[in-house]
Structure formats: structure tokens, C-alpha cells
């Protein structure tokens, strides 16, 4: 299988997979649960509108009014005077979160409660939701079936028939609260309390509301009273709901005429706003919580009651007026104990760790708050979001499996912050809801897929080597080191690795070769060739030539670049410490074979050919000539800063850039010194001055990099590098350098 089908094949997949996930009913639970809860968190608290005011039925009430904390055991003439206070405060709503549906053990106080309702001509009381009995009818078997159907539980007639308007507020029965029902279709399309709240709130610009309507389309207004003061609310709203509903364009229509009316202020302006929005929204809202318990503005309802009409805010709280505001009137504790006591409290993202969690009529005025502001929680548009869980996971799928385990985990964990800062930035500024768990799980999921795959890729790619290997332990034969060789790629006749290669070179060979007996000679370069499998067996190395006394070795059974490296560098030590064993060994000064070392690390080709392998490419080239800089260097070990980029544990001395023989990229040289932990004081201190005075050099600093040099001779008098910069500085002295500086140049001799 193409590998671009199979970046296609998972990237489709972990798309889709979030596409579906997000459809079921479980993708919304996961983002409602834990998606919601982070954005809350990440936003936290804000600002509640200072419309709203919430009047508490609290533990400080109770106590000063010598009350109990139960809301159902309040004398009715004490919300009288309550009505009569926020009505004297000037009051535009007033919502009581109690319910009202038995007579009281003193008829007198239901009465002054109706008046007080009734006088004040604004109040809006909560009703029960409850499943009533509608009778018998008989199924297509004509078997009897009793029939239920969800309605309003009838409030006192006395106190119902003086109110502007009832309403249920029904909560969803959650382990937590994230929504509420606008209308409640189950009950007949009704609306809620909040609805109508707004509803009365926004009477003050309902004949522009009538206005604009008939402009959109005459017919309609025919149905609504143009005096909203005539109007029946509960009957205003549900005809309002069903126009809208039943003509989807109205709401454009409207917007539009809107946008070129000059009359309205923008204040009123935004009203209408939120009635549009309301009447042609969805059923139900997921609530914009301001805060935890309490972040609508609160006042005891003891204070409230202290209220006198010639000094109205003598008793509230710094900054608290009622003038022209929603008042929601319930209990609300303030502590956990008393929330134990009556029970009217609901779990949100916002509860307290303390058990606090945020009250029945709290919830409602924060539901009013938002169709007031119109920033209820707006979940992004279902086409919109299965876009994005798609060409999320479409990408991630395809991106991952190009790159390797490192790079994706860099390039997960920014997705991840930047897609998560998005979602909270809309979620802040704009109140829009993306799915947040899905899409994260979306990455991790492409991520493990993708190590899996690229794991079993190279799992397959292992069994193919099975083949190759036997191969090449049978071109290698007994002349050469037979361990396992476990890293070739592929099974052809030829083959791309990346590879540390080592070659040696033994200098006055030729000399040698001439003075002594061939035979004599053989066994000495067979004795030779063993010192040197030793170091190369040892270190995993596989000698892939040897002719007279060079040697050609590379390592290709470690995954790791860093590994196969840091082997070669040990090689290389090992090996010329036991080159010099073996010459002090030798009794026959004239038998001495001083061995130049050189170290390159690239990319190279494995070749079968005539029943053996060998390995050629530009690395092979390069690291032959770094081999025979050694020479011009008066060296014993070098190597090109590919093999060392990222080993710490060689000591190497810096020698440059260098144009070897027949080429014409520099290469940078360094000097293979010792194992850094057994490295001596004047090995450390060469390396340091040397630094220092080769970096004056490359500064054409002719003087300080002669002097550095000297001082170095004095210590290390045949010290090859610093032999060699020092006529270089004696050279360029006199005459300045040309061409690419501060490249050197070693000749062909």
C-alpha cells in the first residue's frame, strides 16, 4: 500500500471518528461535562448586568426577622410589604421563585399579597410543572390507555388571578445544570419565566417592536395589540413564538429594518435584538454563568424591607438600586447549612468546593440576564463544528505519520494550545461553545495510530532485513568481523544507509614495503590487520575493506545516529591505543606502522556485486581524505564535526574548515584527542589555548594568534595543528589572504 494512501486512509479516519463521536449522544456529554466546565474555567468569573438583582430568602433575614430559614413558613403580609418596597424603589419586574398554590393559615395575609400584586402590576410568580390525568382513549386495539400531559400545577386563585403573569421555570434533572427550556414543548410550547420577564422588561419599546414588525410584513400585526398595556403577556408571547417559528425569513426581515431605523437608541436597539433572538431561538439555552454562588448582584430580603419611600437607599448595599430592574425573589443561601435546610440549590460549573453550590433563583435570573444581554452559551453551528473535527483529524492523521515521534509531540502540544486558546477566546469574547474534549482526543488518538503504524512499518521493514542479512554475513565470509548486522534498509542490489565510516592508513608504507622481505611483510600486516579487528569487533564495527594496510570499516546495527557515532569515536581511540601497543611490542624500530585515522558520518551506498558487498559514496571519498589530512596536520586522529555534533563524552580540538584534496565544500576538522573523563590537565589545557589563539587567527589577529602558537610550541614543541597555523600566520602575515576566509586548503601531494 502507497504510503500517501495510508496518510489519507488515517487522516479520513481519525476524522471521521470525531465527526461521529460528536454526533452520538455520548460526544455531547463529553463536551458538556468536561469541555464546558475548562472553557468556564479557563474565562472564569465576569461581570453580571446590573439589571438583574437577586432578593435573598437567607439565614441574615431569617435571623433579624426572628423567622424561620423555611421559605413556605413566611408570613404572605411580609412579601406584601416587600412588593410595596421594590415598587416604591421602582421596580420594573418582579419574579417570586416561590411558590403560591395552597392558602396560608391566615386568609388576611393572602389578601394583602394579592392587593400588593395587583397594585403593583408587574409581578411574575413561578408555577410548578406536574403531570396531569386527561382521561381515557382507546388504541388502535381498542384497549383503554390513560393519557397524561405535562401542564402549569394551579396557583391560589386569589394571588394567580392578580398577577401580570405566571410561568414555570423547570430545570433539566442533571447531575449538573448547563441549560434551561426557553419554552417548554413538552407543556405546550409554554414559556418560562424568564421569557416572560423579558418580555414585561422590554414593553417600553414593544410598540417599536410592533412598528418594525408590521414594516417586515403588515399581515402579522393584525394579531398583536398595538398598546402593549392591552396586552395579555402569556398569550403576546406564545403568538410572538409561533409567528417567528412558523416564518423563519421574519427575523432577517426585521434585522434589516432595524439597521436603517433612526428613531431607536442603541440601547433599545439591543432589546430588540434580544426579543429577535429569543422568539426564533432554539427551546433551549445553555446558560452564560457569571460566576460561582452569588455573582448576581444580592440583597438580603430583611434590607429590602427597611426600605422607606423618602430615603430608598438608606439600607442597601454601596452601589445597589433598584430602579428600572428585574428583581428575582427566593431563597438563596449563603452558606452550605442552610442550603442543607431547604434544599433549592443546583450543581454548575461554577459550585463551590465548600459544597456551596448556586440557587433555584439564582439560576433564573442568570437565565433572564442572558436574553437580557443576549449572551446565553452558543454551541458553534453543527455544520461548522463537523468541519473543524474533521480537517483537524484529517490533518493530524496525515502530519503525523510523516514526522518522526519527537517532532509530533512538539507539534501536538502546540495544536493543542493554540486550538484550546481559540476555543477560550471565543468562548470569552463572543460566548461560543467549541467542542473542546473531542478534538483533543482527536490528536491523541492520531498520534497513538500513527506510532502504531509507523511502528509496524518498521517492524516489516525488520523482517526484510532477515533476508539481506544472511546475505551479507556470506559476502563478508571469515575474512572480516561475522556479528549480526541489523539495521539494512531494503533487499536490492543496492542500498541507501547512514552510517559512521573509518578508514586507516599506515604512514611510510611504501618506504617499508621496499626495505623489508615480502613474506616478512605479509606477517607483519596480518599481525597488523588483527590490532586493528579487535577495537572494530568490539564496538560492533564491520570492516568492509582491507587492502595492504588501509582499512575501510562503518557501523549499521544501531537505529540511533548519536549511537553509531559515538561507537565509531570509540573505535577510533581504542584503535589507535592498540596500534601503539603493538609498536612498542616491536623490537625493530624499522618495523614501527604509525597509523592516520580518519572519521566521516553520512549518507552512503551498500553494494552487492561478484559475491561481496562493499560501500561507496561521497562519505567513503570524504572521510579517505580526511584520513590523509593527517599527514599535512602531523595528526593522529580526525574527524569531520558530523561524526561529533551532540557526543559529549570526547575531548576534541577545533581545527577549522578545510577544502580537502579533490573537493570543493569545506569540511570542519577536528582532532580526536582522548576519552574526556580520562583526559589529562595538559591535553585540557591545549585544547583551551588553542581555541583561544585559533579563534584569533580566523580574526586576521596575525600577532596575538603568532604569539598563542609560540606559547603553545613551548609546551608541546611538535604539536602538528599549531606547527601548522603558525607558518600560516608567518605566510599571511606578509601577505593577506584572498578567497574564502578562514577556509584552509590541504593540497594533494
Known amino acids: 500500500m502507497a504510503k500517501w494512501f495510508k496518510q489519507l486512509l488515517l487522516g479520513s479516519f481519525i476524522g471521521l471518528f470525531g465527526v461521529l463521536v460528536y454526533l452520538l449522544p455520548f460526544g455531547l456529554e463529553l463536551e458538556e461535562k468536561f469541555g464546558l466546565n475548562l472553557l468556564f474555567h479557563l474565562r472564569g468569573a465576569i461581570t453580571a448586568p446590573v439589571d438583574v438583582i437577586v432578593v435573598a430568602i437567607d439565614q441574615p433575614s431569617a435571623t433579624q426577622l426572628d423567622l424561620p430559614i423555611t421559605p413556605r413558613l413566611w408570613p404572605r403580609d411580609l412579601h406584601a410589604s416587600l412588593i410595596e418596597r421594590l415598587t416604591e424603589a421602582g421596580a420594573r419586574v418582579i419574579i417570586f421563585d416561590l411558590i403560591f398554590d395552597t392558602p396560608s393559615a391566615i ?42 400531559e405535562e401542564g402549569p400545577a394551579p396557583l391560589l386563585p386569589i394571588i394567580a388571578d392578580a398577577t401580570e403573569a405566571r410561568a414555570p421555570f423547570p430545570l433539566p434533572k442533571a447531575e449538573r445544570v448547563n441549560d434551561y427550556w426557553t419554552f417548554k414543548a413538552s407543556a405546550g410550547d409554554i414559556p418560562t419565566a424568564p421569557v416572560i420577564a423579558l418580555q414585561i422588561f422590554t414593553l417600553p419599546i414593544f410598540d417599536d417592536f410592533v412598528r418594525l414588525l408590521h414594516a417586515a410584513d403588515p399581515t402579522i400585526t393584525e394579531q398583536l395589540s398595538s398598546h402593549s398595556k392591552d396586552s395579555d403577556i402569556e398569550d403576546l408571547v406564545l403568538t410572538l413564538r409561533h409567528t417567528f417559528i412558523n416564518q423563519p425569513q421574519l427575523t432577517q426581515k426585521i434585522q434589516t429594518e432595524l439597521n436603517r431605523d433612526s428613531k431607536m437608541s442603541l440601547a433599545e436597539k439591543k432589546m430588540v435584538i434580544s426579543l429577535l433572538n429569543l422568539y426564533s431561538g432554539h427551546e ?23 426600605l422607606h419611600e423618602n430615603n430608598i437607599d438608606k439600607n442597601l448595599p454601596e452601589g445597589v438600586d433598584f430602579k428600572d ?23 454548575t460549573v461554577f459550585s463551590n468546593p465548600d459544597g456551596l453550590f448556586i440557587s433555584g433563583v439564582e439560576i433564573a435570573a442568570t437565565a433572564f440576564a442572558n436574553l437580557l444581554e443576549n449572551k446565553p452559551i452558543r454551541p458553534l453551528a453543527l455544520s461548522g463544528a463537523l468541519g473543524i473535527l474533521f480537517l483537524l483529524g484529517f490533518v493530524m492523521g496525515v502530519v503525523f505519520l510523516l514526522l518522526s515521534t519527537r517532532e509530533s509531540i512538539v507539534l501536538g502540544i502546540f495544536v493543542i494550545s493554540i486550538y484550546t486558546f481559540c476555543a477560550y477566546y471565543l468562548f470569552k469574547e463572543a460566548a461560543i461553545w467549541l467542542p473542546v474534549m473531542i478534538p483533543l482526543s482527536q490528536i491523541l488518538f492520531a498520534f497513538i495510530l500513527a506510532e502504531i503504524q509507523k511502528h509496524h512499518l518498521e517492524k516489516k521493514k525488520s523482517k526484510q532485513l532477515e533476508i539481506q542479512l544472511a546475505e551479507i554475513r556470506k559476502s563478508l565470509g571469515s575474512s572480516y568481523p561475522n556479528r549480526t548486522v541489523e539495521r539494512i534498509l531494503g533487499n536490492k542490489d543496492e542500498q541507501g544507509i547512514c552510517s559512521p565510516c573509518l578508514t586507516t592508513d599506515v604512514a611510510g608504507y611504501t618506504t617499508l614495503s621496499e626495505l623489508m622481505d615480502s613474506r616478512d611483510l605479509g606477517q607483519l600486516i596480518n599481525e597488523y590487520r588483527d590490532v586493528l579487528k579487535n577495537p572494530i569487533r568490539q564496538h560492533d564495527g564491520h570492516i568492509m575493506d582491507m587492502i595492504a594496510d588501509s582499512m575501510l570499516a562503518i557501523w549499521i546495527d544501531n537505529p540511533e545516529n548519536s549511537a553509531l557515532r559515538a561507537k565509531a569515536c570509540q573505535t577510533s581511540l581504542d584503535l589507535a591505543a592498540a596500534v601503539e601497543r603493538f609498536n612498542q611490542s616491536q623490537s625493530d624500530s624499522r618495523l614501527l606502522l604509525p597509523t592516520r585515522i580518519g572519521l566521516h558520518f553520512g549518507e552512503m551506498s551498500l553494494r552487492r556485486g561478484d559475491g561481496s558487498y562493499n560501500v561507496i559514496g561521497d ?11 593527517n599527514k599535512v596536520l602531523k595528526t593522529r586522529i580526525l574527524l569531520s564535526s558530523d561524526v561529533v555534533n551532540g557526543l559529549d563524552g570526547f575531548l576534541t580540538r577545533s581545527l577549522g574548515d578545510f577544502i ?21 590537565e595538559e591535553q585540557l589545557w591545549l585544547c583551551e589555548i588553542f581555541m583561544r589563539t585559533l579563534n584569533a587567527y580566523q580574526l586576521q589577529r596575525w600577532a596575538e594568534a603568532s604569539q598563542g602558537f609560540y606559547d ?19 605566510r599571511y602575515k606578509d601577505v593577506p589572504p584572498t578567497g574564502s576566509w578562514p577556509t584552509s586548503r590541504i593540497d594533494s601531494k
Open 712 to 730: 603553545i610550541l613551548k609546551v608541546f614543541p611538535t604539536d602538528g595543528p599549531t606547527q601548522f597555523f603558525l607558518s600560516m600566520c608567518l
Open 619 to 629: 562519505v567513503v571519498n570524504t572521510a579517505n581524505r580526511i584520513q590523509g589530512a
Open 325 to 347: 430592574k428585574v428583581v428575582f425573589v427566593g431563597f438563596s443561601g449563603a452558606t452550605q447549612p442552610e442550603q442543607d435546610i431547604v434544599r433549592d440549590d443546583y450543581h
Open 107 to 148: 386568609p388576611e395575609n393572602d389578601k394583602k399579597l394579592a392587593h400588593a400584586i395587583k397594585a403593583a402590576g408587574n409581578v411574575v410568580l413561578i408555577e410548578r410543572l406536574v403531570y396531569r390525568d386527561t382521561g381515557l382513549f382507546l388504541d388502535d386495539e381498542q384497549k383503554q390507555n390513560r393519557l397524561f
Open 660 to 680: 580537502l584534496p579533490g573537493k570543493t565544500i569545506p569540511v570542519r576538522l577536528l582532532e580526536l584527542m582522548a576519552y574526556r573523563q580520562s583526559a589529562s
Open 284 to 306: 433551549k439555552n445553555y446558560l452564560n454563568f457569571y460566576g460561582p454562588p452569588r455573582s448576581i448582584t444580592t440583597v438580603p430580603y430583611y434590607q429590602v424591607l427597611q
